[in-house]
């Protein structure tokens, strides 16, 4: 079993903190520089870049060899799709945009074999190593991580049943569309938001579930931090480096400009 071990769900179920990178750049070779530079995980995103089945493939192929663990997000809450970065070797997802328990529920059993769930099963992938793995089918759920994204009144009002589901293994709270639902769309900061999000981090954690957050803001970030959240991406890699580079460009100005 250690050819599929998942370390990443051992130590955010051990309440240890682990820091993160919200990657959307669609690009092998830049999601292997990413891994290369020691963050806990990486996300590699579906639901708001043009990633597909394939592109998954090779940045998880790219991640390999390094100490990064990739979490993926689907597109939607899609048991076809789940299925299939399943057997491209995707261990840990991130479904967006769960609002109820009976969609938590999906999840859970679109995860996980019969007969506690549906998940197809194929008999060489590259989640089994291409059938190498002693009994994958018995024990592949264990190592599997699922995480599932709150981030709308909705789902806060369902968050606490949602969370005690067994076979959620986390959740991850979801400023930006938090922020719409709630009435403050793109303001993160509105003192209801900042409320909303300590809230549910307590929540979940309460219910001892690890709770997750991505905000490139440090003053909110500290405050999902202390509120518990132990899985906490603290910046996206395409926001950083258009950042980086206008912050040089304004340097560049200033020091070279007459």
């Known amino acids: ?13 051990a309440g240890q903190q682990q820091i993160g990178l919200w990657s959307t750049i669609r690009d092998n070779a830049a999601t292997e520089m990413l891994a290369g530079l020691g963050f806990d995980w990486l996300l590699l995103d579906c639901e708001h870049t043009a990633n597909d089945l394939n592109s998954i493939l090779s940045m998880l192929q790219a991640m390999s060899t390094y100490g990064t663990h990739p979490v993926v997000r689907p597109t939607e809450l899609n048991a076809a799709e789940i299925k299939r970065l399943l057997d491209v070797g995707a261990q840990t997802l991130l479904i967006p945009y769960v ?11 679109a995860v996980d074999y019969a007969p506690r769930g549906f998940r197809g099963m194929g008999g060489s992938t ?3 190593r291409f059938g190498t793995v002693p009994d994958y089918f018995t024990r ?6 699922l995480l599932v994204q709150i981030e709308t009144q909705k789902g806060l009002d369902n968050l606490d049943e949602i969370a005690a589901l067994d076979g959620i293994d986390g959740v991850f709270i979801g400023p930006a569309d938090l922020s719409a639902s709630l009435g403050h769309a793109g303001n993160v900061r509105h003192p209801d938001v900042e409320a909303a999000i ?11 579930k690890p709770a997750g957050f991505l905000s490139v803001d440090d003053a909110l970030t500290a405050i999902a931090v202390e509120a518990g959240s132990l899985f906490t991406a603290v910046d ?10 206008r912050e040089r460009l304004q ?3 200033s020091a070279y400009v007459r």
């Not at 079993?1 to 179920?13: C, D, H, L, V, Y």
């Not at 592949?140 to 991580?145: L, N, P, S, V």
């Not at 996206?236 to 580079?245: E, G």
């Open 1 to 13: 079993m250690e050819q599929i071990a998942n370390p990443f769900k051992k130590a955010i179920m």
């Open 99 to 109: 609002q109820t328990v009976e969609e938590a529920k999906l999840a859970i059993e």
């Open 126 to 128: 590259r989640a089994n």
């Open 140 to 145: 592949a759920r264990a190592e599997i991580c």
């Open 198 to 208: 300590r809230d549910a981090i307590q929540r979940v954690r309460a219910l001892g």
């Open 236 to 245: 996206v890699d395409m926001v950083a480096l258009q950042r980086y580079l």
């Open 251 to 253: 340097t560049a100005r």
